[in-house]
């Protein structure tokens, strides 16, 4: 618990401090989509994000033993080269209906790093919600010679819900499809999933 707390107070230094450097950054501009499908029983997952220029919308669904949500992320973006070339925010307002509660409005931000290497390539996310005070830490390493990429997160609320995931994907062939394998250590569910990536 101590290592989550303090990650989640770093990331939410980073996001104050980056703020700041959005007054001087033009807004991004790249245009993509990214959906993705993640199956186990009683905790399945589904993501659809589609960006044109600085403007982004995320639809989000998922379930889990007792219950489901579904939200939405409306975001404008912003390079922040202060933390490196290919690092962006984005904020926005958010919006999350669990079944048999109430609709819960908030605000969200996500800072995201994309950078080349000479074997592939690093992602990595950080997205913080004030609904419930998520958090998502997620990094991802690709290899594109052989398609395989392998990722790692962590995640949570102030509602009890804390999660870790490991997980491997496979591209297919040249295309933006990937076969995805990973297993949630907290519910000891392993899950097989497919996402598509034109970004």
């Known amino acids: 618990m101590q290592v989550i707390s303090g990650i989640r107070i770093r990331v939410g ?3 104050c401090a980056v703020a700041a450097a959005i007054a001087v950054s033009g807004p991004v501009r790249a245009d993509g989509e990214f959906y993705q499908f993640d ?4 905790g399945s997952s ?3 994000s589609i960006q044109r220029g600085s403007y982004g919308v995320a639809l989000g669904w998922s379930e889990w033993q007792d219950g489901q949500a579904v939200s939405l992320f409306l975001s404008r973006g912003w390079p922040v080269p202060q933390l490196g070339q290919g690092t962006t925010i984005r904020l926005g307002p958010s919006f999350r209906q669990a079944r048999g509660r109430q609709r819960d409005l908030g605000v969200r931000a996500t800072l995201e790093h994309f950078r080349p290497t000479s074997w592939g390539s690093f992602f990595g996310l950080a997205d913080l919600n004030s609904i419930k005070r998520e958090y998502l830490v997620l990094a991802e390493f690709s290899h ?4 395989l990429a392998g990722f790692a997160s962590l995640q949570g609320d102030n509602d009890g819900f804390h999660e870790r995931t490991l997980g ?5 062939g040249d295309s933006p499809v990937r076969l995805r394998l990973g297993h949630r250590f907290r519910a000891g569910k392993t899950f097989l999933g497919i996402s598509i990536n034109t970004f």
């Open 13 to 15: 230094v980073c996001l």
């Open 39 to 42: 199956y186990a029983a009683r």
């Open 46 to 48: 589904a993501v659809a």
């Open 144 to 147: 594109w010679e052989t398609g």
């Open 168 to 172: 491997v994907s496979v591209r297919l």
